[in-house]
């Protein structure tokens, strides 16, 4: 993972992912969420290649339910989640970057980089340590670190084709 995650959700990265690629998925994404009561832990998977079905998600999900019962990860009560990633996919690994390149993505980062935090832009390059994005409207070329993101994701665009 190159976009850094809660460390209770790299625990469960690590151990989930090997049974998810053994159902034939992907494990895209997990997102932990504290709560006073409760927290939410939710697990983003897909079918490589894409285009997972909801048949699919109700089958998984009591199969990582029990695992996780299993492992036992999560102090505490919290309430799993199992979804698709959706149309504006998070991208959390190199490869994912790789990916979308040439492709609009949004880019958030933890500090105010010259007074912004989100960028949202064409994918111009990637490397092993960040990304290059074409900052749309100011049309300059923007530099950031994986260690510097807080989280990004493809954006869709819906009055373009919103092809890859």
């Known amino acids: ?28 994404s997990v997102e ?14 897909d079918r490589p290649g894409g285009g997972i079905a909801l048949s699919d998600l109700e089958r998984l999900s ?10 036992d990860p999560v102090e505490g009560r919290y309430t799993l989640e199992v979804a698709s990633p959706g149309v ?3 991208l959390v690994r190199l490869g994912d970057f790789e990916a979308f390149v040439g492709q609009r993505v ?10 912004q935090k989100s960028f949202t832009g064409v994918l111009a390059s990637v490397n092993a340590e ?4 074409d900052d749309g409207p100011s ?10 993101m807080k989280g990004a994701n493809y954006e869709y665009d819906f009055d373009g084709a919103g092809r890859r």
């Open 1 to 28: 993972m190159v976009v850094q995650l809660h460390p209770l959700a790299m625990r469960v990265v690590e151990l989930l992912e090997p049974h998810v690629e053994r159902q034939g998925f992907e494990l895209v």
């Open 32 to 45: 932990y969420h504290k709560g006073t009561r409760s927290s939410l832990l939710r697990l983003l998977v």
């Open 62 to 71: 009591p199969v990582l339910g029990d695992l996780l019962d299993v492992y």
């Open 88 to 90: 504006n996919r998070p």
């Open 106 to 115: 949004r880019v958030r980062t933890h500090h105010a980089m010259d007074g």
């Open 130 to 133: 960040g990304v290059e994005i």
């Open 139 to 148: 049309r300059r070329r923007v530099r950031i670190g994986f260690g510097q």
